[in-house]
């Protein structure tokens, strides 16, 4: 169970992918039904200033002891150094031994290359950072194009707002969607972003900028149950097919077929997890046509049929 989170912070951090961090994990969401994390803040210098990338001072208030009992540790970016604390590496080695968590966003992943621990993984990183990481690790298997990686006990992040995608992930993965959809919704984002995903892999996907495809996108996220064709949604924007598609392909990064049976399969998801409807009638409520279109498609994209993923995270 995922409830003892710790950020070590080391000078140059960068702020924004620290508060992404802190958004997720940090904030008491009781409110809305969740469990806080026990979260801590640490560094080598508790109680001592660290200066950021744009000159902000952060004071820590735990050690890097603080990481010892961790069920996450998640590294935030900070500027590409030669050197990193060999406190703060040890501190990951062991919690990666005892199989903790541990989750880099941005420019992080160098920190735990520098650790060691991204030899003969996949990972990934700021598609600016690629090469350098690639060249610095070279038994890391580096991808720049994606953006997170879950490796298991690994998980890394491309830069900036990926760290939200590959947070709210790791928070679907061990705690549930319904979850996930809460923090996200809290945070006016996208509970996961849109592409062709596999179980481990998402796709980075541009985001819809114009008006006429929000609308759309928006009406077919609340009728998904119903039949839609493409050259029904192209006349519904008063397109040709052809355009729409096209048109389509240039907001979202998939065509939209693609996009329906992706939204199709995590609403399948969401229902598996928290309700007892059989199999059949969360393919109707998702949209499918039937129980063996829904497996389908869900092994597809998640990795695993629907009867064996609600046996591991259905709601008890």
Same mark, same amino acid.
């Given at each position: 169970?995922?409830?003892?989170?710790?950020?070590?912070?080391?000078?140059?951090?960068?702020?924004?992918?620290?508060?992404?961090?802190?958004?997720?994990?940090?904030?008491?969401?009781?409110?809305?039904?969740?469990?806080?994390?026990?979260?801590?803040?640490?560094?080598?210098?508790?109680?001592?200033?660290?200066?950021?990338?744009?000159?902000?001072?952060?004071?820590?208030?735990?050690?890097?002891?603080?990481?010892?009992?961790?069920?996450?540790?998640?590294?935030?970016?900070?500027?590409?150094?030669?050197?990193?604390?060999?406190?703060?590496?040890?501190?990951?080695?062991?919690?990666?031994?005892?199989?903790?968590?541990?989750?880099?966003?941005?420019?992080?992943?160098?920190?735990?290359?520098?650790?060691?621990?991204?030899?003969?993984?996949?990972?990934?990183?700021?598609?600016?950072?690629?090469?350098?990481?690639?060249?610095?690790?070279?038994?890391?298997?580096?991808?720049?194009?994606?953006?997170?990686?879950?490796?298991?006990?690994?998980?890394?992040?491309?830069?900036?707002?990926?760290?939200?995608?590959?947070?709210?992930?790791?928070?679907?993965?061990?705690?549930?969607?319904?979850?996930?959809?809460?923090?996200?919704?809290?945070?006016?984002?996208?509970?996961?972003?849109?592409?062709?995903?596999?179980?481990?892999?998402?796709?980075?996907?541009?985001?819809?900028?114009?008006?006429?495809?929000?609308?759309?996108?928006?009406?077919?996220?609340?009728?998904?149950?119903?039949?839609?064709?493409?050259?029904?949604?192209?006349?519904?924007?008063?397109? *040709?097919?052809?355009?729409?598609?096209?048109? +389509?392909? =240039? $907001?979202? !990064? @998939? /065509? #939209?077929?693609?996009?329906?049976?992706?939204?199709?399969?995590?609403?399948?998801?969401?229902?598996?997890?928290?309700?007892?409807?059989?199999?059949?009638?969360?393919?109707?409520?998702?949209?499918?046509? *039937?129980?063996?279109?829904?497996?389908?498609? +869900?092994? =597809? $994209?998640? !990795? @695993? /049929? #629907?009867?064996?993923?609600?046996?591991?995270?259905?709601?008890?």
């Amino acid at each position: 169970m995922l409830k003892r989170v710790a950020v070590p912070v080391i000078d140059e951090f960068a702020m924004f992918e620290f508060g992404v961090i802190c958004e997720v994990f940090g904030l008491d969401r009781s409110y809305a039904g969740i469990a806080p994390f026990d979260f801590r803040v640490c560094s080598a210098t508790p109680g001592e200033p660290i200066r950021n990338e744009i000159g902000v001072q952060l004071i820590a208030p735990y050690g890097l002891e603080a990481m010892e009992d961790a069920d996450l540790i998640a590294v935030p970016a900070a500027t590409i150094r030669d050197e990193y604390p060999e406190e703060l590496l040890d501190g990951l080695r062991r919690a990666h031994a005892r199989g903790a968590i541990l989750l880099s966003v941005c420019s992080g992943a160098f920190v735990l290359g520098a650790a060691g621990l991204l030899d003969g993984r996949v990972c990934t990183t700021h598609w600016r950072h690629a090469d350098a990481l690639q060249e610095r690790f070279p038994l890391a298997k580096v991808d720049p194009d994606v953006l997170f990686i879950d490796d298991g006990t690994i998980i890394t992040s491309a830069g900036t707002s990926a760290g939200i995608d590959a947070c709210l992930h790791l928070v679907r993965r061990e705690l549930g969607s319904a979850i996930a959809n809460t923090i996200a919704r809290n945070m006016v984002v996208p509970p996961q972003r849109d592409g062709g995903q596999r179980q481990y892999i998402e796709k980075p996907v541009s985001d819809c900028e114009d008006d006429t495809f929000s609308e759309l996108l928006d009406h077919l996220s609340t009728t998904l149950d119903e039949n839609h064709t493409v050259s029904g949604l192209a006349a519904r924007t008063h397109m *040709s097919t052809r355009s729409f598609s096209r048109r +389509f392909v =240039a $907001e979202t !990064g @998939v /065509p #939209p077929m693609q996009w329906l049976t992706t939204q199709r399969v995590l609403h399948a998801r969401l229902l598996l997890e928290t309700t007892d409807l059989a199999v059949e009638e969360v393919a109707r409520r998702s949209g499918f046509a *039937s129980a063996t279109l829904l497996r389908h498609h +869900f092994d =597809a $994209e998640v !990795g @695993v /049929p #629907p009867t064996r993923y609600r046996a591991a995270f259905a709601q008890r």
